[in-house]
């Protein structure tokens, strides 16, 4: 902080997040007019202020931040609330701190309030004695809204939108008392009687008579006292009834809204001289890039563990702080929230669960979904415990309780773990692995097992902790699994071979049989459905058995008869293969396969007849021919895998990706991740860039595990969605040795979870690729209908996520007349994928005749016909990895209007698009992979509404835009800067235009 006037007897200050620094920045510029007296502070709730920060803010305003201040117990109180909390909670705080600083007289105002005169009535107050000033809510008598009344009786009498103190000792020992009350206890629950700080203060001028009452008609006017306080204003003087009008509180303006505050039941365009003043404050705002502010998060809003901290877990941490069952200091603890507890004794099943449970569902009054879901959990047993989970989590979910994390350690899944020396080369490496809280794990090959934590429909349905369901798993795995791929023979051999010796764990039902392998327990499940493993006596025999029973050629896939042949052929520690110690021991099975000839001498060629006869000669002893394990001759060092064979927007980020590794001096050969997996087969690289997401990783390095294999150095290119990446989903990465994305938004959220670095290395994108084929956008343009804006969609690609409901609904917000000279297109692709999702906006879509829907797979060059023949391109997603669509628009200079969230925000500013400001709200069910736990942004179409209106009516704005987009764009996606970013030094003269 700057050195203080020496002579500095008063302050004013204000507390706010950085989201909120345009509305303090208008407070601070009054401030500096009607309080020229006054040294301004502004304390951010945060870890530290940027420069930016305080150069946002009036020359002169020092800037303080709570860990600068030393605030008490700061590290838990910043945890406990949320951020109005928060910045109310230690108010009292901030106080003490400027009085000791020397500040004699000290003024708090909220940051949504703007002085209009100077403060006569305090200054008077003082003068009289007055150590500390309040302004009520109402100070008539005249008839109030009930709304208005019931409103003040929950809230409290007194506004503490502001108070002044001044160092006196009635008001240190207020200020104090204020603090001890709230310091533990500053919560917006006002059906239990706690409002903040409000009801706290509401006994001030009971408890002095140091306490002086502004009744002041023009002091903290606001939506609650409007009606009666007339605004006025001539000659640019403003007054409130018969008063100057001293400060007016902005409280819940709103941009966009329509009324005087987001707070009043059934808001309305106030019209006249408040109308006035709002459209003004509005002015103000856009000028300090108000939009770009508060897209802004919250600083404090995670636990020391990163866990996120909703409403409901703030409140019932609160609630077990009061009632003696948590210490405040617990909340710092790393990992408490999982911590295992006990259940309470009248529960009817007393086993342990995690502390957040319990907290949630004892605490924070649950809705009756979560409340019987928690009691079906509870009364289960360990095993039901497992399904009895997934609609608790569920419904903790839709009522925003937990976070990604949280929702994804509530399953405790079982990580895989990289092999010993770090860099897997193969795809079965052994992993540690234990069922039915054995304490000897016995080592499984990885794949399986990596298949299974990728899967979230495995995972749901496999429980690998669990004997039975571990057998099942491994016999899916060797049907279905090896059967969706094209794996490396020398990799299904290796697995047959683990699995074989694999020895199941003891059971003591199987006392007495003859020991088993994990192998002949799944195929014996696999083709024996109905035995029991416990009441076998031979289970490789029963096996055995089953199959020649019940295999069928058709049934014996390529992957499935290569195990089988491992199993029957494969020596044993130098004994004679399976298949002869089978037939010498178990006289039935001879006599079945064998028949006529079980009395002669067996050999290997008449065992092979004898399966050949059965109709099962896939399972004689040929094997597979065997690829070398060396790589040979290279057609190239660089080979970029991906969908190139789309024109989707992943398949044009893979063609930059390419365009990339070209201005860096590669020569990058391409691989479309649809391609047989044998066109590759004599490729060895240096660099192997695998564009495929998380989820499809896992498949492309089984279909080229030999590419994969030899490679130096494997990348994978992600695109990612949401705002948190589950470590199930992002277990593949222990195959890779980085990671590139797209966007910071992709960054933040896999690089918490990987297990390799991962770097932002967006795609090129070229003006070029984008021109069409006419200006105007040939036939496309020839049918306009007036003003038009653009919307595409892929079917595909989540459509919730996409949000085309919202345009259409933003749009008919914007004209509802139906006679304005506007037109909405719509671009669908493959609506066949989802018809049932499409449903309702097909049906909103229907409603408007200027609204159109195009349907089908265009090209290329049709696609840059149709942002061609736009004016504006729209997209009110929840969510975006990159935004290519945007981008595109953008680089067209089209003017955007966008959603002001994700993976878009690195090239979208409030100068180049037209932010639309959103809430977090939770992800619907199965509306994207792991949604459990997540978030996504909710746009304001009425702010859409106003931009499409806007727009519409002033064409050159839009234009300009554009041209600022397209310029800004150019340089984003360019060569130059792009190839460094890869780790890569351009190549002179290779950077494309």
Known sequence: MAKLPARARRAVFSICAPNYLARVGALMDSATRHLPHHARFVVL???????????????????????????????????????????????????????????????????????????????????????LVLTPHLVTTDPHPNWALRAVSVSGQFNLG????????????????????????????????????????????????????????????AYWNIHERRLTVRDGRWSAGAERLVFFHYSGFEMFGAG???????????????????????????????????????????????????????????????????????LLRQGWLLEPVAATPDLPYAGTIPRILQLLCRFADPPADIQSAYATYLEADAKGRRTALPPLRAALHDWGAVDVSTAEALTAPRPVAPPANGRPSTLTWSVAHTVDADTEAFALPALPLLLHGARSDLADSFDLSDRDSLVAYIAWFLTMGLADWTADCNTTEAIATDLDAVAMPPSPARAGTQPVSLLDAALLRLFAPDRRLTDIRNPAAAAMMAILEGARPERLRPALAQVLRVWLWRPHDGAPARILRLLASEPRLREHMLGASAGRRVTVRTIEGALARLGLPALTRQPDSPVPDRPVASRGSTVIVGPFATTSGVGHSAHGVVQALTAAGHTPETLDLLAPADEVERTATSLLVLHANADLTLDAVVKF???????????????????????????????????????????????????CPVRICPPILRAADFAPSAAGGGSFGADRCGYRFLGVFDARSFIDRKNPEGIVRAFRNAFPEGKEPVELLLKLSNGHHNSAGLEAFRRLAAGDRRIRVLEGNFSAIEMNDLYESADCFVSLHRSEGLGLGIAQAMMMGRPVIATGYSGPMDFMTISTACLVPYRLVPVKRDAYPDWLGQEWAEPDERAAAVYMRELAGAPDAGRTIGRRAAEALRGHFSGERIAPLMGLRPAPGGLPA
């Open 45 to 131: 709730a945060c870890e530290r202020a940027t420069p930016a920060d305080r150069g946002s803010l009036p020359a002169g305003t020092h800037v303080l931040t709570p860990p600068e201040m030393a605030v008490p117990d700061l590290e838990v109180r910043r945890r406990l609330y949320n951020v109005t909390e928060f910045c109310t909670a230690i108010k009292p705080d901030v106080i003490r701190w400027l009085w000791q600083q020397g500040f004699e007289e000290v003024l708090y105002f909220d940051p949504d309030i703007v002085l209009f005169d100077r403060l006569a009535a305090v200054d008077a107050a003082w003068d009289g004695g007055a150590e």
């Open 162 to 221: 502001f108070i002044g103190v001044r160092d006196r000792p009635e008001a240190r020992r207020l200020v104090g008392w204020w603090r001890d009350q709230i310091a533990w206890n500053c919560i917006e629950d006002a059906g239990n009687g706690t409002f903040v700080d409000q009801k706290v203060v509401d006994h001030f001028p009971a408890l002095s008579d140091a306490v002086r009452v502004i009744r002041h008609p023009g002091y903290n006017v």
């Open 260 to 330: 005087i505050s987001r707070h009043m039941p059934l808001p309305q365009p106030p019209g006249g001289a408040v109308d006035r003043l709002l459209r003004a404050y509005g002015r103000q705002l856009v000028a300090r890039q108000d939009l770009a502010q508060t897209l802004r998060p919250y600083a404090y809003d995670r636990m020391p563990d990163g866990r996120a901290l909703s409403p409901m877990l703030r409140k019932a941490m609160h609630r077990a702080i009061r009632a003696g069952e948590v210490s405040p200091t617990d």
């Open 705 to 755: 595990e030999r590419l994969w294999r030899h490679a130096r150095h494997r990348v994978g290119y992600w695109y990612w969605e949401l705002a948190a990446m589950t470590r199930r989903m992002a277990a593949p990465s222990m195959l890779l040795d980085e990671i590139w994305v797209a966007s910071e938004f992709v960054r933040s959220a896999i690089a918490p979870v990987s297990r």
